[in-house]
């Protein structure tokens, strides 16, 4: 490729870079002034707010697991309960939820074993068994890495008092649970992923749902043939969301940002992580994660400062790259300091360039390869996001099966 090209491309890119950057900056003033505008209406709903039961898919006994369980017991919200399920009897993360439920036994709670998921989807496995013994209208679907405030429940259920509403997601901040690369991870989810987030909810309509919560209400979720219908997805949140859109109701982004707590595990599980994620996101939305190149800077200050040299102005390429530290710099903190509020974000600002680069790694690699290893499946993806998935002892799983489950006894 010319010299001369190959700087077109860089300066493209960092222009690029600079317009999604301005963009996400007016995603977070729209954000912050609808927050705003949310939090006084709610006010005003006091105690008037419809009962929910809360999902939970638990899997291993994760950082900081207690924390996240025991953060959804503490709502102030007037009545709701919260159903566990687990693949196993002997999952690590059982007895801490027991010894949660027994210290808070005015709150209803219930623990399925649901067994070895035969659908490709694991979690939809566990969303679909906890829906048919949910005592109410309205469902929350969360993560058990995921942390809250007392607010949350009643800032995500409210929106779906408007019958036009069939899902409500929310924005997420990491929170490292101890380590460089915890932090490393987290702060591409403050910064890369909200930034991402904004400008959608900034450019049009809400459709898609976002894994960490995702409320529903049981006509909307049965309209796509509840999680049934999403069973052999990977990105069985944005899909969730998605087809609701598709159904004719609205999806809300709430003004409530929860925490994702990462653990410090090393490169490695962190890798394996977001390249799936990326996977997900490259087969559910082509176009989107294609396009996604020109968000990122760094790469291409790189690009523009061996340019520069080739063409022999070493300063425009030094330039360029400058340009590009700066651009991801102010991004880390504007983004994620002043939008997603990750007190963290500040510290990391002159190592958010690193970040950016190898979110760039990620996105390249996410067009290398077509399988993904979730627990002990192997996944093989196909268009649209859905999954072929085979066990690690070459049994394929059938999604039309279905097991028993062996529910345990529970506070009603």
């Given amino acids: 490729m010319p010299t001369f090209a190959i700087m077109t491309i860089a300066v493209g890119g960092i222009v690029t870079s600079t317009i999604v950057l301005i963009l996400s900056l007016v995603g977070a003033v729209k954000f912050r002034r609808d927050a705003r505008r949310d939090r006084e209406s709610f006010a005003r709903l006091g105690k008037d707010l419809p009962p929910i039961s809360v999902l939970k898919p638990v899997h291993g006994n994760e950082a900081r697991l207690k924390e996240n369980i025991e953060s959804f017991f503490r709502q102030d919200y007037p009545a709701f309960e919260i159903l566990f399920a687990a693949d196993e009897a002997d999952d690590p993360a059982l007895p801490v939820i027991r010894e949660i439920c027994a210290r808070y036994p005015n709150i209803p709670t219930r623990i399925m074993v649901t067994g070895k998921p035969p659908w490709p989807n694991a979690q939809n496995y566990c969303f679909h068994h906890l829906t048919a013994v949910a005592a109410h209208d309205i469902l929350l679907t969360s993560d058990s890495d995921v942390e809250v405030g007392p607010d949350y429940l009643r800032e995500v259920t409210a929106p779906l008092l408007d019958p036009k509403v069939g899902a409500v997601t929310c924005l997420f901040r990491g929170k490292s649970a101890g380590g460089f690369w915890a932090g490393f ?228």
């Fill in 185 to 412: 991870d987290a702060i591409g989810m403050s910064v890369e992923f909200t930034a991402g987030v904004l400008v959608d909810n900034l450019l049009e309509e809400t459709k898609f749902g976002l894994g960490p919560t995702i409320v529903v209400r049981k006509d909307s979720i049965g309209k796509i043939g509840g999680f049934a219908g999403v069973r052999d997805y990977l990105s069985n949140d944005f899909v969730v969301g998605n087809f609701i859109y598709k159904a004719g109701y609205k999806v809300v982004l709430s003004s409530y940002v929860v925490d994702h707590v990462c653990s410090s595990k090393g490169l490695r599980p962190m890798w394996e992580r977001q390249l799936r994620w990326a996977m997900g996101t490259r087969y559910s939305r082509p176009a989107g994660h294609f396009g996604s190149v020109l968000t990122f800077a760094v790469p291409f200050g790189i690009l523009g400062l061996v340019a520069g040299w080739m063409l022999g102005h070493p300063w425009l390429g030094v330039d360029l790259f400058a340009a590009s530290l700066v651009n991801r710099m102010l991004e880390c903190w504007l983004i994620g300091w002043w939008a997603a509020g990750d007190r963290m974000a500040l510290r990391w600002v002159p190592l958010y360039p690193l970040r950016d680069l190898y979110g760039f790694v990620v996105w390249c690699a996410s067009y290398m390869k077509q399988r993904t290893l979730w627990r002990d499946t192997n996944y093989r993806l196909l268009k649209g996001g859905k999954l072929v998935a085979v066990r690690a002892d070459g049994s394929v799983l059938d999604p039309e099966s279905a097991r028993s489950i062996t529910p345990e006894a529970g506070h009603f």
